[in-house]
C-alpha cells in the first residue's frame, strides 16, 4: 500500500519561509506526476507546484517565485521551499502523487494523497 507522509507545517509569520517535505513509499509503479496543493477553509483544493509527467515544473499563479518544488532522483523524497509567506498561503497542504499502474490492461492512473499538514501564516 502507498503511503505519502509529510511533515513541516507549522505557525510562522508573515514574510518567514517554511519547507515541507513529503515522503513517498514505493509500490513498483512507475511515477506519473508528483505535486504539492493546498486548502484553505471554505475554498477548494488549488495547484501550488507539481512535477509533471515530462519532470518540468508548474506551479499556481499565487506562489510563482516565492515557492520552490523539489525532489530527490529516487523521487521517494519532495520538497516545498515557501518563502516570503503571506497569509493568504494559510491552509492545510497535501501531497499527491499519481502512479501509472500496469498491472491493468490497459493501465490506469492511481492517485493517492498524504494526510495533509498544516501552514498557518500569522503575526
Known amino acids: 500500500q502507498v503511503q505519502l507522509v509529510e511533515s513541516g507545517g507549522g505557525l510562522v509569520q508573515p514574510g518567514g519561509s517554511l519547507r515541507l517535505s513529503c515522503v513517498v513509499s514505493?509500490?513498483?509503479?512507475?511515477?506519473?506526476?508528483m505535486g504539492w496543493y493546498r486548502q484553505a477553509p471554505g475554498k477548494q483544493r488549488e495547484l501550488v507546484a507539481v512535477?509533471?509527467?515530462?519532470?518540468?515544473?508548474k506551479y499556481g499563479n499565487s506562489v510563482a517565485g516565492r515557492f520552490t518544488i523539489s525532489r530527490d532522483n529516487a523521487k521517494s523524497t519532495m520538497n516545498l521551499q515557501m518563502d516570503s509567506l503571506k497569509p493568504e498561503d494559510t491552509a492545510t497542504y497535501y501531497c499527491?502523487?499519481?502512479?501509472?499502474?500496469?498491472?491493468?490492461?490497459?493501465?490506469?492512473?492511481?492517485?493517492?494523497w498524504g494526510q495533509g499538514t498544516l501552514v498557518n501564516v500569522s503575526s
Open positions: 514505493e509500490n513498483g509503479f512507475v511515477i506519473n506526476t
Open positions: 499527491n502523487v499519481e502512479f501509472i499502474n500496469t498491472d491493468t490492461d490497459p493501465a490506469t492512473m492511481d492517485d493517492f
Open positions: 512535477f509533471t509527467k515530462d519532470d518540468s515544473t
